[in-house]
T-cell receptor, first 112, second 115 residues
Framework: DAGVIQSPRHEVTEMGQEVTLRCKPI?????LFWYRQTMMRGLELLIY????????DSGMPEDRFSAKMPNASFSTLKIQPSEPRDSAVYFC??????????FGDGTRLSIL | GQQLNQSPQSMFIQEGEDVSMNCTSS?????WLWYKQDPGEGPVLLIA?????ELTSNGRLTAQFGITRKDSFLNISASIPSDVGIYFC???????????????FGSGTQLTVLP
């Protein structure tokens, strides 16, 4: 079975540019999570969805960050405008009901 | 919110040695999860624990759900080079339900296996 698929795997862009990260969850999973991983703060939950509806976005750092889930098989995390401190690895994870989460391989984002 | 304290932060061991790491919580948990992250990849679930005192194995890995429900342990026996990576413990944010939907993660244990 295909796992969680994230794209792109790497993104390098200049500050001020818009960045869009994409995620395809495992088919049949009803929960989708976006995380950010940095050396300083570890794995942080940014937002999660249940049945395509955002449930908790309290981890989203600021208004420059937004996430959408237009359907059960696709989600985006957008940063506009991007800043150097947004550089991190961003993970998407999905789960079914209250089963453990399965992670994608992440997007390594570098903002110059 | 709940805090997970994971130790040690890093370990350097010889191939063939056994490894032990642990995680403690400021709150009682109903679920403990252990993940491993290889370089350049996402965390992969190793073991899930759902009952206090539970001892579960996955190959050379064994994890235990502490009897106090505030801690968990992961042991790796006869380590091999591919055991290298970061090991994370995780528990539910919503401790009352015990569901694994929303997780809080430990800071990780970086394991290096020397030949």
């Amino acid at each position: 079975d295909a796992g969680v698929i994230q794209s792109p795997r790497h993104e390098v862009t200049e500050m001020g540019q818009e960045v869009t990260l994409r995620c395809k969850p495992i088919s049949g999973h009803d929960y989708l999570f976006w995380y950010r991983q940095t050396m300083m703060r570890g794995l942080e939950l940014l937002i999660y969805f249940n049945n395509n509806v955002p449930i908790d976005d309290s981890g989203m750092p600021e208004d420059r960050f937004s996430a959408k889930m237009p359907n059960a098989s696709f989600s985006t995390l957008k940063i506009q405008p991007s800043e150097p401190r947004d550089s991190a690895v961003y993970f998407c994870a999905s789960s079914f009901f209250n089963q453990p989460q399965h992670f994608g391989d992440g997007t390594r984002l570098s903002i110059l | 919110g709940q805090q997970l304290n994971q130790s040690p932060q890093s370990m350097f061991i010889q191939e063939g040695e056994d490894v032990s790491m642990n995680c403690t919580s400021s709150s009682i948990f109903n679920t403990w999860l252990w993940y491993k992250q290889d370089p350049g990849e996402g965390p992969v679930l190793l073991i899930a624990l759902y009952k206090a005192g539970e001892l579960t194995s996955n190959g050379r890995l064994t994890a235990q759900f502490g009897i106090t429900r505030k801690d968990s342990f992961l042991n790796i026996s006869a380590s091999i080079p591919s055991d290298v990576g970061i090991y994370f413990c995780a528990g539910p944010v919503d401790i009352s339900s015990g569901s694994a939907r929303q997780l809080t993660f430990g800071s990780g244990t970086q394991l290096t296996v020397l030949p």
